[in-house]
């Protein structure tokens, strides 16, 4: 969508595959610009940020998503003190700091803010599958983007490879791959995948998004999610394990919003996820061969959609300035 609006006149071919059986294909993630502990992150995609806002307000049913401010409890240690010295250096547009009095008078359900509390606006929890499908209703409809449910074997020199033998010429790919990026892109590096889940919890939704450790969200449908465990592979096949990460993730949880000490869990969400050796670029190309062109806008991570989104706005004006035809 990013790319159709730098360049109305592009061509795009998405090869649409079925889910992977390891994808999460979660319901609810988060959106939002700041990945880190850097306010100078914050100010460099703002206006990115706006923008993905904004196209979400227009193309999407409410039903689809939900905005609320952000907030980031600091806590008394180096990575509380790391970013209200940033915020203080550089301030923010959009974001306040709010002293600990302040944090307990304004949002008295979430936890103790020794430092205060960074307070972002305009996050947003997105249903991930109505608005992929959306996405898609929009682009065939209004761009003329043609989708084809074909799996990829590989990035090939002259564009991709199919699973069943074929191949497709490309002058530009973005791989989008999440937990297939790494046998799509050996560029990336080494993957090391891992397993996660969302907990949904029986108790009233907050005002507010809370993050730091973990996030504490709610859900277009109204449930409060939070996220999310971290096992390896060879974990994620103990229910000892995963129950004992589904604690751990309860009980940090409860120190961002209290309440959630006691609640019930009422359901899960999982799947795997990929972490790469190397970070992925969107500004320029991951690897070239023979003329093609290859972008990585690749996975979710622990911290929602926000790694991928607002990036394809960068990754869009990139390949618009390689002169993509």
Same mark, same amino acid.
């Given at each position: 969508?990013?790319?159709?609006? !730098?360049?109305?006149?592009?061509?795009?071919? $998405?090869? *649409? &595959?079925?889910?992977?059986?390891?994808?999460?294909?979660?319901?609810?993630?988060?959106?939002?610009?700041?990945?880190?502990?850097?306010?100078?992150?914050?100010? %460099?995609?703002?206006?990115?940020?706006? &923008?993905?806002? @904004?196209?979400? +307000?227009?193309?999407?049913?409410?039903?689809?998503?939900?905005?609320?401010?952000?907030?980031?409890?600091?806590?008394?240690?180096?990575? %509380?003190?790391?970013?209200?010295?940033?915020?203080?250096?550089?301030?923010?547009?959009? !974001?306040?700091?709010? &002293?600990?009095?302040?944090?307990? +008078?304004?949002?008295?359900?979430?936890?103790?803010?020794?430092?205060?509390?960074?307070?972002?606006?305009?996050?947003?929890?997105? #249903?991930?599958?109505?608005?992929?499908?959306?996405?898609? *209703?929009?682009?065939?409809?209004?761009? #003329?983007?043609?989708?084809?449910?074909?799996?990829?074997?590989? !990035?090939?020199?002259?564009?991709?490879?199919?699973? #069943?033998?074929?191949?497709?010429?490309?002058?530009? $790919?973005?791989?989008?791959? %999440?937990?297939?990026?790494?046998?799509?892109?050996?560029?990336?590096?080494?993957?090391?995948?891992?397993?996660?889940?969302?907990?949904?919890?029986?108790?009233?939704?907050? *005002?507010?998004?809370?993050?730091?450790?973990?996030? $504490?969200?709610?859900?277009? *449908?109204?449930?409060?999610?939070? @996220?999310?465990?971290?096992?390896?592979?060879? +974990?994620?096949?103990?229910?000892?394990?995963?129950?004992?990460?589904?604690?751990?993730?309860?009980?940090?949880?409860?120190?961002?919003?209290?309440?959630? &000490?006691?609640?019930?869990?009422?359901?899960?969400?999982?799947?795997?996820?990929?972490?790469?050796?190397?970070?992925?670029?969107? =500004?320029?190309?991951?690897?070239? =061969?023979?003329?093609?062109?290859?972008?990585?806008?690749?996975?979710? %991570?622990?911290? @929602?959609?926000?790694?991928?989104?607002?990036?394809?706005?960068?990754?869009?004006?990139?390949?618009?300035?390689?002169?993509?035809?």
């Amino acid at each position: 969508m990013a790319l159709v609006r !730098v360049r109305p006149q592009v061509h795009l071919t $998405v090869l *649409d &595959a079925p889910d992977r059986p390891r994808a999460s294909t979660i319901p609810a993630a988060l959106c939002h610009p700041l990945t880190g502990w850097s306010m100078q992150h914050w100010e %460099g995609r703002l206006n990115d940020f706006r &923008a993905a806002i @904004g196209w979400l +307000e227009e193309v999407c049913e409410s039903s689809m998503w939900l905005r609320r401010s952000l907030m980031r409890p600091l806590p008394d240690d180096h990575r %509380g003190q790391r970013l209200l010295r940033s915020f203080t250096r550089v301030g923010g547009d959009g !974001v306040q700091h709010l &002293a600990p009095e302040a944090v307990a +008078e304004r949002y008295p359900e979430v936890g103790a803010a020794p430092l205060g509390a960074l307070v972002f606006d305009g996050a947003a929890c997105v #249903d991930v599958a109505a608005l992929c499908q959306r996405v898609r *209703d929009v682009l065939e409809i209004e761009a #003329d983007v043609v989708f084809l449910r074909r799996e990829v074997a590989a !990035v090939s020199s002259s564009g991709v490879a199919l699973e #069943d033998g074929e191949e497709m010429a490309a002058d530009h $790919v973005i791989v989008c791959g %999440g937990a297939d990026s790494g046998r799509l892109m050996p560029a990336l590096g080494t993957e090391r995948p891992y397993f996660g889940e969302l907990l949904f919890m029986d108790v009233a939704p907050p *005002d507010v998004f809370v993050a730091g450790g973990c996030h $504490v969200a709610t859900a277009p *449908d109204g449930r409060v999610v939070v @996220g999310s465990t971290w096992l390896s592979p060879d +974990e994620a096949v103990h229910p000892e394990a995963r129950e004992a990460a589904r604690h751990d993730l309860q009980q940090r949880a409860a120190t961002l919003v209290p309440g959630l &000490a006691d609640a019930a869990v009422v359901g899960t969400w999982s799947g795997h996820r990929a972490k790469f050796q190397h970070g992925a670029s969107t =500004a320029r190309p991951f690897l070239a =061969a023979s003329g093609t062109a290859v972008h990585a806008l690749t996975g979710f %991570g622990a911290t @929602g959609l926000s790694r991928a989104w607002p990036y394809a706005l960068a990754a869009a004006r990139a390949i618009a300035d390689q002169g993509v035809a």
